[in-house]
């Protein structure tokens, strides 16, 4: 014969009511009534957790699980900040355009068709180069005022540089009986600029010294050497820089350097203190380095070098703002401005550690002369004043690594504060003359494609057509584009190689075989006339379900759950691709609730009409972010109202029951 659970239970609270009820009539002591009435509770207690224990209160949203449930070797939370199944993200492709400023004098851009066409190519140029290009030509009157705009479009528009053509306001600054040109003022734009005696000269520079941008200018105003104009000069350099970006080998040189340090100057060449040659040799693998002998450095031989098939020249001598000095046998060996003119120089690009030799409001300074006496150059680095750059080996860097003149002067520049702090000053008067936006690969950049698919147009969402079809954009390039690489795998990291990429001169594909579920991704570089490819690929994500969800009824034991008013009813669903979706629960097949993720638990008296639970089948079916789904169901039995109770709950009760009995007794026994 078997007893069942409910029966013994039932038959064990009603002998000892009888036996309290006997005790009771014959005035039984306090001492056995407690014995016995807590004797019943132990005993309804073990039975009690013999099944499951609902006790605890639910929280629908932080549960809980097994680990053998999610195959982890420990338990897992599951919350609203740890989504498991939602779907991957999208890689977004972090290339933006970087936004420059051309300011144009506004009377030189009025009064001259040949400027405004000029200025037309190099705009479109530089659009071309992958620069998103503002064009300035209202009037500019004051230093206030154009610092005010860059700083407006630094905050705006994240401004990376701006280059001035014709003539445009400077300040000067004052230090140590020191007073220059400083364009720092224009490329440092959260600084404190002051003018403490009031005489028009800043003489205080306080707070975020460094620059956020960088400033170039085009500007012939002060050049007397030559019978052109300031506008034809002008001109001139737009055309060479146009020239040079779409390869006009006139304009380019062989892709050599030259470092040329004179006799004071050779501790850092050497490597003593800086290794100037070595730092040069990161963006020149093909470089001549003189300096020793000292006697080696000198003015005939350095008007020698200037006719020489070069491209980057880095100069180091004493000067001032229109002479060289090469020291020869402890004598000064002059180079004069005019005598460099009448070469002329014939590089592209001049690094001079010549003091002062930038001073453009100078007739004639040093920096001018190379600039525009020479046929191919297109940009000189120099400064205002006594100094010159130290510690150049950022700058180099940045070459090698296709930054533009430009932005490898301002990352040399955020460097120098790991130099010796005594040096800082060093570098106020540091500029740039020409222009700035120039690489010494005169066409190194390939701008990247925008990826689109009509059959999975959302990277976000999740399909089951595995056979995708996708487009891309030609981009624009100023050398032109002749095709693309792109290769289809599930890294979503993969860089473009022509060894490793299918190559096309078609705008789009559609994959030939059926693609499995999973996360996929589309890469694809334009590659240009010149052989360049993209250097960052554009990646398109694609997603793939083709499996439907599992669900796990986590609380149930055989199938089965025995639910008091507080029971809940948990799950838990897997679904590696789209993820959990949303929920449908039914009972006895009429839907009673829909559920959205991640939801995973409720109130089994909530299912039901007036939250009064019947036995009764309830099925729970679960979608997932493509529609697909799978069930599960579980036996809801019904319990009473005492078994529903808690085994610490119904302990309170008890208590609070035997206080009343005793209480009671007690009266009796004053009565009697």
């Given amino acids: 014969m078997i007893i069942s659970h409910d029966y013994t239970q039932k038959c064990l609270i009603s002998h000892n009511l009888t036996i309290f009820y006997t005790m009771l009539k014959k005035k039984a002591i306090l001492l056995n009534c407690l014995l016995i009435f807590s004797f019943s509770l132990m005993i309804y207690t073990n039975f009690d957790n013999k099944g499951d224990d609902f006790s605890n209160s639910l929280n629908l949203q932080n549960q809980n699980h097994p680990k053998s449930l999610m195959g982890l070797e420990s338990p897992i939370s599951i919350s609203n ?47 071309m180069s992958g620069y998103n290009p503002i064009l300035y030509t209202l009037e500019v009157s004051t230093a206030f005022e154009l610092r005010s705009l860059l700083q407006n479009w630094y905050n705006s528009y994240d401004l990376s540089g701006a280059v001035l053509i014709g003539e445009f306001p400077s300040v000067y600054f004052f230090f140590e009986y020191d007073i220059f040109i400083s364009d720092l003022y224009f490329m440092d734009l959260d600084g404190i600029w002051e003018d403490t005696d009031y005489d028009d000269i800043f003489d205080l520079h306080t707070g975020e010294i460094l620059p956020e941008i960088f400033i170039s200018r085009i500007d012939a105003t002060h050049r007397t050497f030559g019978e052109e104009s300031n506008e034809q000069n002008i001109i001139n350099i737009l055309n060479r820089s146009h020239a040079y970006r779409t390869g006009d080998l006139f ?3 062989s892709h050599r350097a030259l470092s040329y340090i004179d006799d004071t100057w050779i501790p850092w060449a050497d490597g003593t203190y800086d290794n100037w040659s070595a730092y040069l ?53 002059l180079l004069e401005n005019y005598e460099i003119h009448e070469v002329p120089p014939q590089f592209n690009f001049y690094s001079l550690y010549c003091c002062s030799a930038a001073d453009w409001e100078v007739d004639d300074c040093l920096a001018t002369t190379y600039l525009f006496s020479g046929p191919r150059s297109l940009a000189v680095i120099s400064s205002t ?12 860097n940045s070459l090698n690594e296709k930054s533009s003149i430009g932005e490898a002067f301002y990352r040399w520049f955020q460097r120098i504060k790991y130099y010796a702090e005594d040096y800082t000053f060093w570098f106020y008067g540091m500029s740039i003359l020409g222009d700035p936006f120039v690489t010494i690969e005169y066409d190194s950049f390939v701008l990247p494609v925008e990826i689109s698919s009509s059959t999975h147009p959302n990277s976000d969402q999740w399909y089951t057509d595995q056979n995708p079809v996708l487009n891309w954009t030609k981009p624009r390039d100023i050398s032109g584009i002749s095709g693309f690489y792109f290769t289809f795998n599930q890294n979503p990291d993969t860089i473009l190689t022509a060894e490793d990429s299918i190559y096309t001169t078609i705008n789009g594909t559609s994959l030939e075989s059926p693609l499995s579920s999973g ?33 796990t009824i986590i609380n149930a034991t055989d199938g089965v759950i025995n639910a008091g008013k507080d029971s809940p009813l948990n799950w838990t669903v897997f679904d590696e691709d789209s993820g959990y979706s949303y929920v449908e629960i039914y009972v006895d097949d009429v839907l009673s609730k829909e559920l959205e993720a991640p939801i995973n638990g409720i ?25 697909f789904s799978s069930s599960a169901e579980v036996i809801i039995n019904k319990i009473g109202w005492l078994q529903s109770i808690s085994s610490y709950n119904l302990g309170i009760l008890g208590f609070i029951g035997l206080i009343g009995i005793i209480y009671l007794l007690t009266k009796i026994q004053k009565l009697r």
């Fill in 385 to 396: 004043k006594t100094g010159g750059m130290l510690a150049d080996y950022n700058f180099y």
């Fill in 251 to 253: 304009i380019s040189r």
């Fill in 519 to 551: 996360t996929w991704y589309m890469h694809v570089g334009a590659t240009d006339n010149l052989g360049n490819i993209a250097d960052e690929p554009t990646h398109y994500q694609i997603n793939i379900d083709l499996v439907e969800p599992q669900i």
């Fill in 603 to 627: 109130l089994i008296r909530e299912l039901y009409p007036e939250q009064k639970i019947i036995d009764s089948t309830v099925k729970l079916v679960v979608y997932d972010g493509v529609g």
């Fill in 281 to 333: 040799k990161n963006a020149y693998p093909d470089i001549t380095a003189i300096y020793d002998p000292p006697s080696s450095t000198n003015a005939t031989d350095w008007l020698t070098q200037l006719s020489q098939d070069y491209e980057f020249a880095h100069l180091c001598a004493h000067s001032n703002s229109t002479t060289h000095f090469f020291e020869v046998e402890g004598e000064y060996n």
């Fill in 81 to 127: 900040n740890l989504d498991l199944n939602l779907p991957k993200p999208a890689i977004i492709n972090d290339y933006s355009e970087e936004t420059i400023v051309i300011f144009v004098n506004s009377t030189l851009y009025a009064e001259s068709p040949m400027i405004q066409s000029s200025i037309a190519i190099y705009v479109e140029d530089l659009y």
